[in-house]
C-alpha cells in the first residue's frame, strides 16, 4: 500500500478488519502504519463504512526498531503450527532472514505449490508480528530447499555460523561474537535433531556446534533460546530497551 504524507487511502482488508474488530478503533483515533521498507507514518481513521475504511496520513517518522545483528535463522521444518510458532517468535526476537530446510530427520517435506503457499503463510505470519512487536522492515522468509542444496551454497563473508548441538563442547557464552558488521547465522535441526551427515556438512561449510545448557531442548524451543541468548549477549537486548 503506497503510502504518502497528506494522503487518504483505504487500508487492506485484513489490517481494516484488525483496527475496527479487534482493536476497536473508531472514527478519529490514531494508528501507525508502516509499509515494511523501515520508517513509519503516523495516521488517524478518517472515515468507516461497512466495506472499507480510510484513513489519513498525518507524519512520516524515521523510526528504527531493527537489531545491530543481522541473524539468519536457518529453521528444519518442523510439523504442525511449530513452524508457525517459531516464525513468529523469531520476527519479535528480531530475525532478519528466515531460511526453511528440508533435513533428513525432518517429518514435513514441502514441494512445488505446497511450498509456496506455505511460504506466502509464513509471510502473513511475518507481517502480522511485526505489528504485533513494532517492527517496520518486514524479515525475509526464503524458499525452502533441502538442507544440503543451502550449505552448498557459498557462505556470506564474515558471518559467525552456528549450528545447536546438545553434546557439543562450547556454550555461546565461551564464543567471542561476531565481527564488527554482526552477521550471525544459526542452524537449528527439526523434531529429530541433524542427522551426523548433515552435522558434517554444516561443519565444513563453517558452521560451529554450541549447546545451550545441559538440557535436550524441542526445535520449537531451542532456536528461540538460542536467539533470546544472541541477542542478550551480542544484540539489543542487553540493552534494557525492551518492552514486555
Known amino acids: 500500500m503506497p503510502l504518502a504524507v497528506g494522503a487518504r487511502v483505504d487500508l487492506p482488508q485484513r489490517v481494516a478488519h484488525h483496527a475496527v474488530k479487534v ?11 508502516f509499509t515494511g521498507a523501515g520508517g513509519e507514518y503516523s495516521a ?5 463504512e461497512p466495506a472499507r475504511v480510510s484513513v489519513e496520513v ?22 504442525g503450527d511449530r513452524m508457525d ?3 513468529q517468535k523469531a520476527v519479535e526476537l528480531g530475525v532478519d532472514r528466515i531460511v526453511p530446510v528440508i533435513s533428513r ?7 512445488d505449490q505446497r511450498a509456496l503457499r506455505r511460504v506466502e503463510h509464513w509471510r502473513g505470519v511475518v507481517a502480522a508480528s511485526c ?14 530447499e533441502s538442507l544440503e542444496h543451502w550449505l552448498a551454497r ?13 553434546a557439543a563442547g562450547h556454550s555461546l557464552s565461551m564464543l567471542p561474537g561476531p565481527i564488527a558488521d ?10 529429530g535433531g541433524l542427522a551426523p551427515e548433515e552435522m558434517q556438512m554444516a561443519a565444513l561449510a563453517g558452521f560451529l556446534s554450541v549447546r545451550l545448557g545441559p538440557r535436550v531442548l524441542r526445535t520449537e524451543t531451542a532456536g528461540l533460546a538460542a536467539l533470546a541468548a544472541i541477542q542478550f549477549l551480542w544484540g539489543d537486548l542487553k540493552e534494557g530497551t525492551t518492552d514486555v
Open 105 to 111: 530427520r525432518g517429518v514435513v517435506r514441502l514441494e
Open 58 to 79: 498525518l507524519a512520516w517518522l524515521a523510526t528504527e526498531r531493527e537489531s545491530a545483528l543481522s541473524i539468519t535463522l536457518v529453521q528444519a521444518l518442523q510439523a
Open 182 to 191: 554482526g552477521r550471525v547465522e544459526l542452524l537449528i535441526g527439526a523434531e
Open 44 to 48: 488517524r481513521i478518517a472515515g468507516i
Open 131 to 144: 505489528e504485533q512487536c513494532g517492527r517496520n522492515r518486514l524479515p525475509e522468509v526464503a524458499i525452502p
Open 154 to 166: 557459498a557462505a556470506e563473508r564474515g558471518a559467525l555460523r552456528l549450528m545447536l548441538v546438545p
Open 23 to 33: 482493536l476497536r478503533l473508531r472514527h478519529g483515533d490514531g494508528l501507525t502504519l
Open 85 to 87: 510458532l517459531t516464525v
